[in-house]
């Protein structure tokens, strides 16, 4: 544990008059973020004092304790449980989140009502996700991992039936910034692109040569591929049930690197069992997995741990994307407000 302290050769002009600067604290931060903050909150020093713990917590009176005397928090991967919330309402004025989807981390109706602003990064990591998503489906389509591990271990790798992607099609849920990089990718592959989203946009979709359906249950009926794309909130949470993954032809593939609370509990895991479809998944419902965890044992999922954020280049731009959010909320226009 360590702290990022003000540079002794850089003061501001508020320090100079006397005046007291807001105390800002990243109270847990997951490893791979740890350079990248270091970096770029150090930056802050002419609004802001900064705390910075370098480990990764879960227990929230250990949290409560590190966010004392803070007026803002940043928070990357630590679940702020309702009560721990509640109690640190009326200190800490702000919440600055180390990526898009907070849901999964903080009660955001509860927020709004306490009076917690809540912020969080946008599109620093669109193309790294994408990727990866498009990666899973070449793990699964041309099992590039297992070959490699077959001629490891001295075997000859000698099994048919792999999966041109071209020509076949690939449906997405969702088409922000990720699902348009994806859609981007797919169509360079020769797939098919097909759309479903609330509000499709038609230059968008013409752009990608994509094709927009006009339900969830058409997306998952008429694909080959299904890759989700869709932000975690009260409308999409659970949204995707046995309803929808029945749908799902034999041998088509889903891939999941949104959030796995899209889906309702259990449904995946029932639907795999039956065999005759294949996922890629970087997200779950209890991170980290559990080594007994039932997903674990299906050998039609390729499973990654909730890393298709953590290239280098997204990990920098959350960062970056953090401290311009704090500096502009110190500047009183706060940006990516999400409640």
Known sequence: MSFIDLPADVVSDAARSGAALPQVTLPSCVPALVPAYRKRLTTLHDVCRVRMYDDSITDGKEFLRRVEGADLAVIAGFHIADDVLRRMAGRVRCLVFSGTGIASFVNVPLAR??????????HYGDASVAEHAVALLF?????????????????????????????????????GGVGQA?????????????????????????RYRAESVPTLA?????SD?????????????????????????????????????????????ERLSCGDVQAGVDVYD??????????????????????AWKTARALD?????????????????????VA
């Open 113 to 122: 009502e306490l009076g917690v602003t809540l912020c969080n990064a946008e």
């Open 286 to 307: 209890h991170e980290p997995l559990a080594p007994d965890d039932p997903i674990l044992a299906l050998g039609n999922v390729v499973a990654t741990p909730h890393t």
């Open 317 to 337: 731009n959350v960062a970056a994307q953090n401290a311009e959010t704090i500096r502009a909320f110190y500047a009183g226009a706060p940006e990516h407000v």
């Open 139 to 175: 793990e699964i389509a041309r099992r590039v991992g297992r070959q490699n591990a077959s001629l490891h271990a001295g075997d000859w790798f000698d099994e048919g039936g792999m999966l041109q992607l071209e020509g076949l099609t690939i449906g997405l849920a969702g088409f």
């Open 218 to 222: 058409d997306l998952f009926a008429s």
């Open 225 to 269: 591929v299904v890759s989700l794309h869709l932000a975690l909130n009260e409308a999409t949470r659970g949204m995707i049930g046995p309803r929808e993954l029945d749908l799902l032809r034999p041998g088509s593939i889903l891939i999941n690197t949104a959030r796995a609370e899209l889906i309702a509990p259990g449904a995946l895991v």
């Open 182 to 206: 994806v859609a981007r990718i797919a169509d360079g592959l020769g797939m098919r692109v097909k759309v479903w989203c609330r509000h499709p946009d038609p230059a968008l979709l013409a």
